[in-house]
């Protein structure tokens, strides 16, 4: 009986053992993080100035991402691009052209004690500056500044300490006003992006 003791416990101390060894080999314990992604850009064009046929189109755009965690669970993000330019088009024809600088920051509850899949949720707040607006040769203006909500999924998958790739799908909040009528124009984009994270 005792020899069957002793087996049984040495046996749980190498599972135990093992799965401490598998759960070490993802374990990333840097409070920063540093992703670049290639992100695609979807926008809803929708507002009264959408129903009306203003659109801006679709496009891959690169992103940084900046992230510092307080806490294995708690982070926050910062997500920095440089001002993107997109052709303004009504009813399909093209009438000019913009550029928008939309950095975001969110709060995020990242999951743990699941290996190497990390995935994680956010929320936070978007600040977007229209710039360079040539739409119909200064016949309209847009408004210039957006602030709204933006919302965050995720995850990372570690390849080893300090290195992992990542998805992650957002759904930011952007509007402006354009002139002549059109009223309120809700970009409103999905941006879906994956890339590559260091964490040190």
Partial sequence: MMKKTLLAAAALCALTSGAAMAQSQ?????KWMVRARAVHLDSSNGGAAGAAGVSVNDKW????????????????????????????RLNGAKIG????LPPTLTAQYHFTNLGAFKPYVGAGIN??????????????????????????????YALDKN??????????????????????????????????????
């Fill in 127 to 156: 600040y977007t500056r229209f710039s360079s607006v040539d739409i119909l040769n200064g016949a309209l203006t847009v408004k210039k500044n957006s602030w709204g909500p933006a919302l965050q999924v995720g995850f990372d």
């Fill in 163 to 200: 290195w992992s790739i990542n998805l992650d799908v957002k759904k930011v909040y952007i509007d402006t006003e354009v002139s002549g009528g059109f009223g309120k124009f809700k970009v409103d984009p999905v941006l879906v992006g994956v890339g590559l994270g260091y964490r040190f």
């Fill in 97 to 100: 052209t913009l550029k928008h």
């Fill in 61 to 88: 755009i690169p992103e940084l991402d900046i992230s510092y965690f307080f806490t294995p669970n708690l982070a926050a993000e910062l997500i920095l691009t440089y001002p993107q330019k997109h052709d303004v």
């Fill in 26 to 30: 993802y374990q990333q314990d840097g």
